[in-house]
C-alpha cells in the first residue's frame, strides 16, 4: 500500500515524564517595568556597561544570548530594523561562542527597533565600531559576555531599586511578549 500508514504509530505510547524542575519566568508588573526603564535610560554605559543589552530584552523581546550575539552588521538604521541571526552558545569545552544560528528555526527574524531605543541602538553600534568582529556587547577585556553576568547584573539594579531580586534577563522577554498580549498582539501560534 505504497508505505502510508493506516494508523498512528505513537497510539498509546506514554510520553516519559521529565525529571527536570519546571522553570517559571514571571513577567514584571507594568510598574516595575517603569521603575526599570526610568533607571535605565536615567544611567550611562559608564555606570550601567550591559544598559542596553536590557533595554533591547525589555522592548524588542530577544533572548539575552541573541542580543549579545548582534554586532552593526545585524542594524539597518534606514529602515529601522534589527535582524536577529545568531546567538551566544558554548562549544563542546564548555566555552562561549557566537553561534553560526539562533536557537530555533522561528528565532530567525527581522524586528522594528521602536523609538524609545532608538537612541541607545545607535549609541551601542559606536562601541561596536571599536572592535574587529563589531559587536555590540563585549566585557571590558574584549571577551564574549556570559548570560551568568548579565544575570548578575540585573538583579543587583532590581535590588537596588527594590523589584523582585528573583528577576533573570529571561523575565525581560517575558515581559515584552505579555506586553505585546495586553495591547492586544496575536501571540504566534
Known amino acids: 500500500t505504497k508505505g502510508y500508514l493506516k494508523q498512528n ?82 562549544d563542546k ?20 527597533i521602536p523609538d524609545v531605543i532608538l537612541p541607545y541602538i545607535i549609541e551601542q553600534m559606536k562601541v561596536g565600531r571599536d572592535n574587529p568582529n563589531q559587536m555590540l556587547f563585549l566585557t571590558p577585556e574584549g571577551g564574549l559576555v556570559l548570560h551568568s553576568t548579565i544575570n548578575r547584573k540585573l538583579k543587583s539594579i532590581a535590588k537596588q531599586i527594590g523589584i523582585n531580586t528573583d528577576i533573570s534577563t529571561h523575565c525581560l522577554r517575558h515581559t515584552y511578549g505579555t506586553r505585546c498580549i495586553e495591547s492586544g498582539m496575536r501571540a504566534v501560534a
Open 93 to 112: 569545552n564548555d566555552k562561549i561562542c557566537v553561534g553560526k544560528t539562533t536557537k530555533t528555526y522561528a528565532g530567525k527574524r527581522e524586528i522594528p
Open 9 to 90: 504509530p505513537m497510539y498509546e505510547v506514554i510520553k516519559p515524564k521529565s525529571k527536570k524542575e519546571d522553570k517559571t519566568f514571571d513577567a514584571l508588573q507594568v510598574e516595575e517595568q517603569k521603575a526599570l526603564t526610568d533607571y535605565l535610560l536615567s544611567t550611562n554605559l559608564y555606570e550601567t556597561p550591559y544598559r542596553n543589552v536590557f533595554l533591547i530584552q525589555l522592548y524588542m523581546g530577544l533572548r539575552v544570548g541573541e542580543a549579545l550575539a548582534l554586532t552593526n552588521n545585524d542594524i539597518n538604521l534606514e529602515k529601522r530594523i534589527l535582524s536577529v541571526n545568531r546567538t551566544l552558545t558554548t
